[in-house]
Structure formats: C-alpha cells, structure tokens
C-alpha cells in the first residue's frame, strides 16, 4: 500500500502560470481533502470532497479549483499563481473524520 | 483570533524529560480531540484522539483534555530525540463532518 501520493514534490511558478497538483490514494477512502501548510499557520483547508462526485470549499479556497477524478484521485488547480500561493500542499484521505492520512506534501514557490 | 491557539515553540528539551504540549482553543462546541506529529518535510501522522473530556494513555503518551478550560494537552515521558518533530492538535464538532481544525503547531526539539 502506497497510501497517499502526491506529485510533483517540489514546483516553482512565475506569477500568473497556471498548474494542477496530483493525490491519490490506495486505501479506498471515500472523504478527500486538500490542505496548505504555511510557518505558524497549520494546516488550512483548502477544499474537501466528502465523496465522490461532491466537493465543498473550505477555509481558503480563493484562487484554487478541485476535480474529484474517481474515489482514488483528487487534484487541486491554481489557474493564476500568484506569491500568496506559496506554500506546502498536503493532500489527505480518510474513512472517518478523525483520522486522516496525509501525503508527504509538494513545495510550491511563486515568483 | 484563532478559533486553536499552540505556542509555536521551538521547545528545547533534554532527553529523558517530561514534555508537555499544550493547545487552547474558543469553540466550546468541539469534541473530538487529536494530536498529530509531523517530521521535518513529512506529512503529519495521527499520534493520539481523545473523546471529550478526560485522559488517554498510549505508551509515553497521554493526551488529556479540559473542556471547561478550553484546553488540552500532550505528555511524552521520558522524551527521545526520536520524538523532535512538530506536533500539532486538531478538533472537531460532531456536526463539522470530517472537517478538523488545526492549531498552528509546536515544534519540539530533544537534545541527547
């Protein structure tokens, strides 16, 4: 089992590129959730899909988009990066609401 | 303000200490509790999930949780260098779904 597995790990963008961040996950986890992570902020919800077909936007979901592909994958579009997008992405899956498996991240950097 | 406050730390400790870890938080409607620990250019990992009140033991681990105070806490006894990571907590409300809120994090350095 790979668990969660995100790509790219590491990306940089000039202001205004747009880029599609990959998850998936093997454990046939119906709930899907994307998160960034910046120094003293934790981790914010981005957007989540509580099952297939459906997506709900989460704290900060300005400038993002989601597509639930199929129960496995679920990717995360910056359509205009900008510097505010830089980050650390996790992606996450769960069966129940407390205990989500993470990914190991990707780093993006917006210039 | 934060609805979950951490103190960001770093926290230096020697190994063998008793460490505590603490998150203070302002929705008295939160019920789930948990901690997560996070390596350095990890993702975090479920340490420990509590109930509402009370405490709960894994090993050198025990998560305790306060809910008049708004307040709960994580205790690693006898601290291993293995254990220097970041450490975040995270709630729920039983009607948030699966949706957590996490505090900021506290990053523990043991020192051998």
């Known amino acids: 089992n790979a668990g969660v597995t995100q790509t790219p790990k590491f990306q940089v963008l000039k202001t205004g590129q747009s880029m599609t961040l990959q998850c998936a996950q093997d454990m046939n986890h119906n709930s899907m959730y994307w998160y960034r992570q910046d120094p003293g902020m934790g981790l914010r919800l981005i957007y989540y899909s509580a099952s297939e077909g459906t997506t709900d936007k989460g704290e900060v979901p300005n400038g993002y988009n989601v597509s639930r592909l199929n129960k496995r994958e679920f990717s995360l579009r910056l359509e205009s990066a900008a510097p505010s997008q830089t980050s650390v992405y996790f992606c996450a899956s769960s069966v129940q609401g407390n205990e989500q498996f993470f990914g190991p991240g990707t780093r993006l950097t917006v210039l | 303000q934060k609805e979950v406050e951490q103190d960001p730390g770093p926290l230096s400790v020697p190994e063998g200490a008793i460490v505590s870890l603490n998150c203070t938080y302002s929705?008295?409607?939160?019920?789930?509790f948990m901690w997560y620990r996070q390596y350095s250019r990890k993702g975090p990992e479920l340490l420990m999930y509590t109930y509402s009140s009370g405490n709960k033991e894994d090993g050198r681990f025990t998560a305790q949780v306060d809910k008049s105070s708004k307040y709960i806490s994580l205790f690693i006894r006898d601290s291993q260098p293995s254990d220097s990571a970041t450490y975040l907590c995270?709630?729920?409300?039983?009607?948030?779904?699966?949706?957590?809120?996490f505090g900021g994090g506290t990053r523990l350095m043991v020192k051998p």
């Open positions: 995270a709630m729920r409300t039983p009607n948030a779904g699966n949706m957590l809120t």
């Open positions: 929705n008295s409607a939160f019920q789930y």
